[in-house]
Every structure is written in C-alpha cells, then in structure tokens.
C-alpha cells in the first residue's frame, strides 16, 4: 500500500503511538481534507476516522497563524471532544497550534478566552459554539474546514438549528461528514451546506 502522503513530522508520531496502518476510510479522510473537496464518509466505526482527521489538519495547518481558527470539528459531546484532543495533542507536539475546545459544563467566558485570545482548531458542541456566538466569542470567518463528527446522531432535532446557524456562518468552504449510517438528516444538510458533495461508502 502506497505510503501516506502527510508531514514526515505526523507519519513519525503516527508509528510512534502505533496508528500508522490506516484503513481505507482513514486514507479517504486524509486524501478529502487535503482536497478541500466536500464529502460525506460512512464507517461502521468513526475513531479511527478521528485519527485521520487530526493528524490531516495538523498536516494541512502546519503551525499556528494569527488568532483564527481555521478548522472547527462539531461533536455530540465532551467525551469525543476529549478523543479529538488527545489525538492532536499526541500527534502535533511538533507544533504550535492551538486546540481549544468548547462544551457544556466549564465556564462559557473561559472557553470564550481561551478561543478568542487565539485559536487554530476548535472542537466544540454545536449548543455550545452557539453561546459562544451569541458573545461573539467564535470568529468563525477563517474556517476552511468544517467537520460533523457523527453526523447521523448530529443532525437531531435539538441540534439541527445549531448547527445550521454555525454553518450559516461560516465561509463557503470545506464541509465533512462522518457517520455510520446512510440515512438521516445528512443528505438534506450537505444539499443545503455542501452541494456539490460525494459520498464514499466503507
């Protein structure tokens, strides 16, 4: 299988930590991400497919850059926010990019300075990107990649207007969906968000 073609920086932190023999689904995230092309990617299983989109955006965002952020990955909830975090923190300690989460339960103005004073890479629930919104704690308008972790679950009611109104507000940029399942509320979004967009199915 041909090599990965990502920083030699990310390929040694991979095999360090024992995650550098990705799976096809983990080559489909890297070769989208680095695309920028819209896509929805479907797996019985999304860890492995959280690796993959860590290690391509630090691939893609190589170092910190003024105090935007320029991915934002929405989650259900903090347990996956942490997931996300820990795998940028194991496989970018050769950078400086900043990942800053926000989700229920700490303090809003905390998360609020923590993102406002400078980020790269926010992993946030949509409730909570939405009261950061509301504060205009989240400048959203450097966002090149936009991902929903969990589409299928997502996309419920209670969370559809949420995240509706975060891509309303973001640039017309990249838009990628991971779930598990073809069906739900995905298709009417990447219509609406992300048209045109590919499926890939694993």
Do not use: C
Not at 63 to 75: F, K, P
Not at 126 to 146: D, W, Y
């Amino acid at each position: 299988m041909a090599k990965l073609k990502l920083q030699a920086e990310v390929l040694s932190a991979l095999e360090h930590a024992e995650l550098l023999n990705f799976s096809a689904a983990q080559r489909a995230v890297v070769s989208t991400i680095k695309s920028g092309q819209n896509k929805w990617l479907i797996a019985p299983d999304l860890s492995p497919l959280r690796v993959a989109v860590a290690a391509t955006i630090i691939h893609k965002l190589k170092q910190s850059h003024e105090d935007v952020a320029r991915a934002l990955i929405l989650v259900q909830n903090s347990e996956i926010a942490e997931e996300y975090a820990q795998y940028f923190e194991t496989l970018g300690k050769h950078t400086d990019l900043r990942v800053w989460m926000a989700y229920q339960g700490p303090q809003l103005l905390k998360q609020k300075e923590d993102i406002y004073f400078g980020a790269d890479v926010v992993i946030a629930t949509p409730k909570r990107l939405n009261e950061l919104l509301n504060i205009e704690g989240f400048n959203s308008a450097a966002v090149q990649t936009l991902v929903l972790d969990a589409s299928d679950q997502l996309l419920k009611v209670g969370n559809i207007a949420f995240t509706q109104r975060i891509s309303d507000s973001i640039p017309t940029k990249q838009r990628v969906s991971l779930s598990t399942e073809n069906k739900g509320s995905t298709t009417v979004y990447m219509d609406q968000f992300a048209f045109p967009f590919s499926i890939e199915e694993f």
